[in-house]
């Protein structure tokens, strides 16, 4: 497996993610030696759709996204609506995008890249609700277990997490 020794992974999330889409991304992040942040809009902990409780590391509103080599988007559809809203979370996610620098997606998490305006000509997957709003906002949108485009890896639903995890971990390692 490749190493991220010396890398630092953002998490950007709230409550209502989908909480495999956080806990198998973190855990090989930290698997394979990256330290990783949970950055969320509010400071104290966040819980998933199915119970899972982390405590949030920084807030996004006083994070710099130069800080960090690259971001993770979990899924849940209540995370992703509230994150997208957030006018410092999308910022946060531009700067990924238009610097070219790693970001992963799954499952609704790619909701944000559509308000952060950075997909155009990007070749994703998501969730297969979104994607109409991934192609309006530039995409090609395609029904695949992971997807790598240079700086940005996708995948549909938990069922793609060992793939996704794979890919994800390979791109962040470079």
């Given at each position: 497996?490749?190493?991220?020794?010396?890398?630092?992974?953002?998490?950007?999330?709230?409550?209502?993610?989908?909480?495999?889409?956080?806990?198998?991304?973190?855990?090989?992040?930290?698997?394979?030696?990256?330290?990783?942040?949970?950055?969320?809009?509010?400071?104290?902990?966040?819980?998933?759709?199915?119970?899972?409780?982390?405590?949030?590391?920084?807030?996004?509103?006083?994070?710099?996204?130069a800080d960090?080599?690259?971001?993770?988007?979990?899924?849940?559809?209540?995370?992703?609506?509230?994150?997208?809203?957030?006018?410092?979370?999308?910022?946060?996610?531009?700067?990924?995008?238009?610097?070219?620098?790693?970001?992963?997606?799954?499952c609704h998490?790619?909701?944000?890249?559509?308000?952060?305006?950075?997909?155009?000509?990007?070749?994703?997957?998501?969730?297969?609700?979104?994607?109409?709003?991934?192609?309006?906002?530039?995409?090609?949108?395609?029904?695949?277990?992971?997807?790598?485009?240079?700086?940005?890896?996708?995948?549909?639903?938990?069922?793609?997490?060992?793939?996704?995890?794979?890919?994800?971990?390979?791109?962040?390692?470079?």
């Amino acid at each position: 497996m490749a190493t991220l020794e010396g890398k630092k992974i953002a998490f950007l999330l709230t409550d209502g993610f989908e909480d495999s889409e956080l806990t198998s991304p973190w855990n090989t992040v930290v698997e394979a030696g990256g330290t990783a942040h949970l950055i969320a809009p509010e400071s104290g902990s966040v819980t998933g759709k199915k119970g899972h409780t982390q405590d949030v590391d920084l807030v996004v509103s006083e994070v710099d996204p130069a800080d960090y080599d690259a971001l993770v988007l979990p899924g849940g559809t209540g995370n992703a609506d509230a994150l997208r809203m957030d006018a410092d979370a999308v910022a946060f996610a531009r700067h990924f995008g238009q610097q070219a620098k790693p970001v992963s997606v799954i499952c609704h998490g790619a909701w944000i890249l559509t308000d952060a305006d950075v997909l155009d000509g990007r070749r994703m997957t998501s969730y297969p609700s979104l994607q109409t709003d991934l192609r309006n906002a530039g995409a090609t949108w395609v029904d695949e277990e992971v997807v790598v485009d240079t700086w940005l890896v996708s995948s549909r639903t938990p069922a793609d997490l060992a793939a996704f995890n794979r890919e994800m971990t390979a791109l962040f390692s470079r």
